[in-house]
Antibody
Framework: EVQLVESGGGLVQPGGSLRLSCVASGFTFSDYYMDWVRQAPGKGLEWVGRSRNKVNSYTTEYAASVKGRFTISRDESKNSMYLHMNSLKTEDTAVYYC????????????WGQGTLVTVSS | DIQMTQSPSSLSASVGDRVTISCRASQDISRALAWFQQKPGKAPKSLIYTASNLQSGVPSKFSGSGSGTDFTLTISNLQPEDFATYYCQQYKTYPLTFGGGTRVETK
């Protein structure tokens, strides 16, 4: 059974930093692309960024709204993906989800339960 | 960036109804479109990928169609568990973009 468990959310002041974690199980982590998607309170879904799979050297893509401030990394030994968030703004307040991407079908089938990040003074 | 426009933003329907949600892309995305269902306080759930392929475990009452710029999600025989918000998403080019969502409410 595929499981994605996010953690690391919390309250942080504007300008601060936070690292989110996503621990994966039930599939071959290195084979999959992985996405971060966020949802501000009461708002719609916003794609944050992507980590490609090992064959593609875990290269990354980012939304313009977070590029230069957020970085996605992976630790294959821990089956984990991370979202390093710097220079946080109030508009980064959201629930952050990690999502699998099956490149044979390009579908985002599995989602974690999400972790809430609140940026406020 | 490719803009995804969903309509309507909300609709009221009754159990047993057939509902249709539209999604329009600002440029040709071929069939690189997915649909998701989200219930309050829950993570989104994948329903359809590549415009019309049903995700495993999703009932056949859900169907998707379209290509290019115009897409449709149809839900037949609406049941209480189908009242939720539905999102389309294009994955043709980066950045991936979502529609604004369609809330399906009980009439």
């Amino acid at each position: 059974e595929v499981q994605l468990v996010e953690s690391g959310g919390g309250l942080v002041q504007p300008g601060g930093s936070l690292r989110l974690s996503c621990v994966a199980s039930g599939f071959t982590f290195s084979d999959y692309y992985m996405d971060w998607v966020r949802q501000a309170p009461g708002k719609g879904l916003e794609w944050v960024g992507r980590s490609r799979n090992k064959v593609n050297s875990y290269t990354t893509e980012y939304a313009a709204s977070v590029k230069g401030r957020f970085t996605i990394s992976r630790d294959e030994s821990k089956n984990s993906m991370y979202l390093h968030m710097n220079s946080l703004k109030t508009e980064d307040t959201a629930v952050y989800y990690c999502v699998t991407v099956d490149t044979s079908r390009w579908d985002q089938k599995y989602w974690g339960q999400g972790t809430l990040v609140t940026v406020s003074s | 960036d490719i803009q995804m426009t969903q309509s309507p933003s909300s609709l009221s329907a009754s159990v047993g109804d057939r509902v249709t949600i539209s999604c329009r892309a600002s440029q040709d995305i071929s069939r690189a479109l997915a649909w998701f269902q989200q219930k309050p306080g829950k993570a989104p759930k994948s329903l359809i990928y590549t415009a019309s392929n049903l995700q495993s475990g999703v009932p056949s009452k859900f169907s998707g169609s379209g290509s290019g710029t115009d897409f449709t999600l149809t839900i037949s025989n609406l049941q209480p568990e189908d009242f939720a918000t539905y999102y389309c998403q294009q994955y043709k080019t980066y950045p991936l973009t979502f529609g604004g969502g369609t809330r399906v409410e009980t009439k």
